[in-house]
């Protein structure tokens, strides 16, 4: 099973609401990643946790934190964002996993702040 | 930090025409890997691609294929009998390997989009 799964689809919120992104795999991999992309421009890496250790853009704010229960989940808590946060929220991991070194990714959350 | 770069923001290309895209890349280090991913309008983001740095040949994956140029830090795609589905974002990723310290870490092109003519 190479697939990499996130709910929900799309998630319409407040700025003073409290949600949750998750995400999941179930290839044995053991780095995961969350990533904000704009339309038409290329992931930006929030956060990676490799090893259940994990390493933050420190342009993220904090207002997004992440959490890793087990190394097959990774949620992404998101609370009092604001309109510029409106993006499409990318999982991913990586392996390596049957000799593949690639990451391969969720297909997205569409996240929109009113 | 290495950096990745595609110079061309957009291309386009007649249906089952030929098509080239451009990427290089910076790094001091030997061992890596090199990918093109995939990502239609609104779709998923798909790995098209992959070539390990320590391996001569150039990869292919049906009509896809690489031309790796290690010295010169390049790894074009091409993209032959160019159909109507292969319009998307074309990104170039760059992933240091296992050994180093940032392993895991992998690093985005800037995206090239290409548009299919029918």
């Known amino acids: 099973d190479t697939e990499v799964t996130q709910t929900p689809k799309h998630l319409v919120m407040g700025m003073t609401n409290k949600k949750s992104l998750k995400c999941e795999q179930h290839?044995?991999?053991?780095?995961m990643y969350w990533y904000k992309q704009k339309a038409k421009k290329p992931p930006e890496l929030m956060f990676v946790?490799?090893?259940?250790?994990?390493?933050i853009n420190e342009s993220v704010p904090s207002r997004f934190s992440p959490e890793c229960p087990n190394s097959s989940l990774l949620n992404l808590h998101l609370h009092a964002l604001q309109p510029e946060d409106s993006a499409l929220y990318l999982c991913?991991?990586?392996?390596?996993?049957?000799?593949?070194?690639?990451?391969?990714f969720g297909p997205g959350t569409r996240l929109t702040v009113l | 930090a290495q950096t990745v770069t595609q110079s061309q923001p957009e291309m386009s290309v007649q249906e089952a025409e030929t098509v080239t895209l451009s990427c290089t890349y910076d790094?001091?280090?030997?061992?890596?890997?090199l990918f093109w991913y995939k990502q239609p309008p609104s779709r998923q983001m798909i790995l098209v691609i992959r070539?390990?740095?320590?391996?001569?040949q150039n990869a292919t994956e049906n009509r896809f294929s690489v031309n790796f140029q290690k010295a010169a830090k390049s790894f074009s795609l091409k993209i032959s009998d160019s159909q109507l589905g292969d319009a998307a974002m074309y990104f170039c990723?760059?992933?240091?390997?296992?050994?180093?310290?940032?392993?895991?870490?992998?690093?985005f092109g800037t995206g090239t989009s290409l548009t299919v003519i029918p």
């Open positions: 290839m044995g991999h053991r780095a």
């Open positions: 790094t001091s280090e030997s061992d890596y890997y």
């Open positions: 990723a760059y992933r240091t390997s296992y050994h180093s310290n940032t392993g895991n870490q992998f690093y």
């Open positions: 070539q390990e740095a320590y391996k001569q």
């Open positions: 991913a991991s990586s392996g390596p996993w049957r000799g593949r070194n690639e990451q391969f």
């Open positions: 946790y490799s090893y259940e250790k994990l390493s």
